[in-house]
Every structure is written in C-alpha cells, then in structure tokens.
C-alpha cells in the first residue's frame, strides 16, 4: 500500500470505500498530548492487520472547544430568556462570531466571555491584562468593537466589517 502522506483525498477515494475509513476526530474524547494531534483516519483492512493514519497540520487551539461548549449552550436560550422579553440567539450570529474568532484569534489567545444580548445576539469579551474588549455581532457581516486601556482611560469604538487589523491587534493586547 502506497504512504498515506502521498495519497491525495481523490486518489484514496479510488482506492477505498467509506466503508474502509473510521473516521476519529482528535476533538472527540481526550485529546493526545502531542502536538501533532489533529483529525485522524485509520484504514480498517480486510485482515484488521493494517492500521495507516496521518495527523494534521492544523491543530485546534485551546480557545476553540470552550467557546463552541458556551455558543452550543447560548443557542439554547429559549424566547423571554431574561424575563424582559429577550429574543432567542440566532445561530446566523454565533456562526459569524466563531467564524470571526477563528480569523483574529491566535493559538494562545485566552477564549473570551460570550454572553447573549437582549436582542438575539452575542457579544464576546476579554477584561484581563489592563484592558477591556467587547466584540458585539450586528449582523452576519458586521461586528461592533469597544476598546479600552484602563491605565490611560485611552478608549476606541469601531464597527468592523472587512478590515480586522485593529481587531487582531486590540486581542493580541488583551492575549498579554
């Protein structure tokens, strides 16, 4: 059998059935401590002798499965959830939110506090290291951001649709 490695995803499909890949997601119960974790398929052979896998180059940063756990439990937020007639989380926004996270968002930055707001969306927040940041979703597009330096009192809002330099730069602050 020809090295997993030089095999690309169309040639492997040729060659196998679905049926012969398991697949076994890193993120799918205890983690490996290596750094090579990532998704992992393991061919199951006729004779169950052979095992081949690959790890990928993408490994999940310690920020991600927290912040997916708080939206999943926010998306559940029934109508009225604060008493005051709060509109449930609209999953458009949480995707644009992750999505988001996953563009501006180191490997080592500290996931951020997501709590709902009263009109059906989320805003994410980091208050450590001296500063405030507030990242509130508009829309699918459009995200509102507040940003303050506590020492100077220095503080900026934008809204943020295209260009996320500021917002890489306002997180790496916070990330200290």
Not at 54 to 83: G, V, Y
Not at 104 to 116: A, E, K, L, Q
Not at 138 to 144: E, I, L, N, V
Request: charged content about 20%; aromatic content about 8%; hydrophobic content about 40%.
């Amino acid at each position: 059998m020809p090295e997993l490695a030089a095999v690309t995803p169309a040639e492997a499909e040729r060659f196998l059935t679905e049926e012969d890949w398991q697949p076994a997601p890193s993120w799918a119960g205890e983690r490996a401590a290596s750094a090579q974790a990532g998704p992992r398929l393991v061919y199951s052979a006729p004779t169950q002798d052979s095992t081949a896998s690959f790890a990928s180059p993408w490994t999940e940063p310690a920020w991600l499965a927290p912040t997916i756990e708080k939206l999943s439990e926010l998306l559940q937020l029934p109508p009225n959830w604060d008493s005051y007639r709060a509109a449930p989380v609209r999953s458009e926004l949480a995707a644009a939110l992750l999505t988001l996270l996953i563009e501006v968002m180191g490997d080592d930055t500290p996931p951020p506090s997501v709590v709902p707001t009263a009109s059906g969306g989320l805003q994410a927040e980091w208050h450590r290291k001296g500063f405030d940041l507030e990242i509130e979703v508009c829309s699918a597009s459009r995200f509102d951001a507040y940003f303050e330096e506590l020492a100077t009192g220095k503080a900026e809002s934008r809204s943020v649709i295209s260009d996320l330099r500021t917002l890489v730069e306002w997180i790496n602050a916070v990330s200290g």
